[in-house]
């Protein structure tokens, strides 16, 4: 929304609170994607993975929220801080599918020279896809692949996929408080912005490169 979209709410007497991005004159609330980027990133290299791959979504232009290009930025910053080469090739866009994801991993691993050992998806869906394209060639998971994504998504704890759970359900739940508290006081609220961070969650589909253990 523009500012001066909000200010019309506003001017009604409407309540607002944002979830994502940041909302001029507006309480928001959103994840700290980079930091999850990070995170998610330095897991793979502490394992002892080196050559890493990122699956993550095209750039969000003119959009308040770079969710996706925030994670490949924490992506970057843990690779470049480790000293590990980033390929081009080993960095793809994809939708947040799991479909766009499998074809493209797929492709990716099917070269074997310079094969990534670790997948780091910006969405569970994706990294699903990733592991059943790994498994499709032959690969075993987590031995020759690890994966890991983001949002906790339901499927992800059937599979044992590593993940970082944002938390909506509670973000959902601290929103609506705020909404509330703007309907008791009769104001706007603050437009304070507030970065919440994320929950890692480690299942058995990321091990140490060659690692003999499998998922549940």
């Known amino acids: 929304m523009t500012p001066r979209e909000t200010e019309h709410l506003f001017s009604a007497g409407i309540p607002l609170v944002g979830i994502g991005g940041s909302l001029e ?14 995170r998610a990133t ?6 002892g993975h080196c ?9 969000e232009a003119g959009r308040s929220f770079p969710m996706s290009s925030d994670r490949r930025r924490g992506f970057e910053r843990a690779t470049s801080t480790a000293r590990l080469p980033i ?8 939708d947040f599918t799991f479909l766009g994801a499998y074809q493209r991993i797929k492709n990716l691993l099917a070269e074997p020279e310079q094969r990534p050992t670790a997948v780091f998806a910006a969405s569970d869906e994706m990294a699903t896809g990733a592991i059943l394209a790994a498994r499709d060639l032959g690969l075993d998971v987590p031995r020759d692949l690890s994966a890991i994504g983001i949002d906790a998504h339901p499927i992800g704890g059937t599979f044992g996929l590593t993940t970082i759970d944002r938390r909506a359900r509670r973000r959902g739940t601290h ?13 706007t609220g603050h437009g304070d912005h507030e970065l919440h961070r994320a929950h890692f969650i480690a299942r058995s589909w990321t091990a140490p490169p060659g690692s003999n253990s499998s998922p549940a």
Do not use: K
């Open 51 to 59: 050559r890493i791959a990122f699956v993550g979504g095209p750039a």
């Open 25 to 38: 004159g507006a309480p928001t609330i959103s994840v700290d994607d980079l930091d999850a980027g990070l």
């Open 87 to 94: 390929h081009e090739r080993n960095q793809l866009v994809s």
């Open 175 to 187: 929103a609506a408080q705020l909404l509330l508290r703007q309907l008791v006081s009769r104001g």
């Open 42 to 47: 330095n897991h793979l290299i502490q394992l």
